[in-house]
């Protein structure tokens, strides 16, 4: 199904020469800057990353935003972007597209189980999502890593019947909507990215639970081998290699 989609993206990408995402958007290669596709759930911290590597070096950086999914037909393209911010398990698409020039591991991004400010419902486990009159959502698994994880594990648990009544229509493609539906007080819980929920942290609560995932899921920094900027994207990976997991540790992207 992901590999039906990505080539489906791959069809548009190509008929139409477009990227779709916000952020500032700059013509490859204009005055030496390097193009970094950034997965939506990573913009904060590529940033701040990004404001210090322009600071120290000099050497700026755009911006385009989308999906993982999104992106990676623009990388398997060439045509786009020096620097490729992802997870597992793009990095192995990247790198079968034969794109992959190098990539820093820098954080992890896992499902944590997020409430509304003081957990006025009580919630304490993954479990309680099947319980009585609580409104819950999650991301479509059709559309989002996250989703895939929490649906394979609601379904080792036995219970994933029971949470979906609890979500209804609140699928949400994106993690931000997650933490929308939380700060709104439209829903009582999520299952999202560890560092959305740091994002909006000032409007919920996440409740410590031991990670109960199959996979562990990687953000890299990837350096994409069709790079006309070559010796500019070689220090911002060198400039990521010494700098990226910390801050991407002070936005939540940890264990």
Partial sequence: ??????????????????????????????????????GSSFVKP????????TAETGIKTATSVGGSEDLLPLVKLGKKGDVYV??????????????????VHVGFVAPVLAVQKGNPKGLTSIEDLAGADLKVAL???????????????????????????NVGNRLTRGHG???????????DAVLMWNGVAHTFRDSLDV???PYEYDEEIRVHVIGLSY??????????MEFARGRGQEVFAEFGYVK
Wanted: with cysteine.
């Fill in 207 to 209: 409740v410590k639970a």
């Fill in 46 to 53: 590529m940033e701040k990353l990004c404001a210090e590597f």
């Fill in 139 to 165: 991301t479509d698994p059709q559309y989002s890593t996250a989703g895939e994880l929490v649906f394979a594990l609601l379904e080792k648990k036995g219970i994933k019947d029971d949470v979906l009544k």
């Fill in 227 to 236: 790079t006309t900027q070559a010796e500019a994207l070689k220090r911002f």
């Fill in 86 to 103: 992802t997870h597992d398990p793009f990095l192995d698409y990247t790198r079968d597209a034969n794109a992959l020039s190098e990539h």
């Fill in 1 to 38: 199904m992901r590999t039906y989609r990505i080539m489906a993206v791959l069809a548009i990408v190509a008929a139409c020469g477009l990227l779709t995402g916000c952020g500032k958007k700059e013509t490859q290669g204009e005055s030496g800057e390097l193009m970094v596709l950034c």
């Fill in 177 to 187: 909507d997650l933490g929308t539906y939380l700060k709104l007080q439209e829903v």
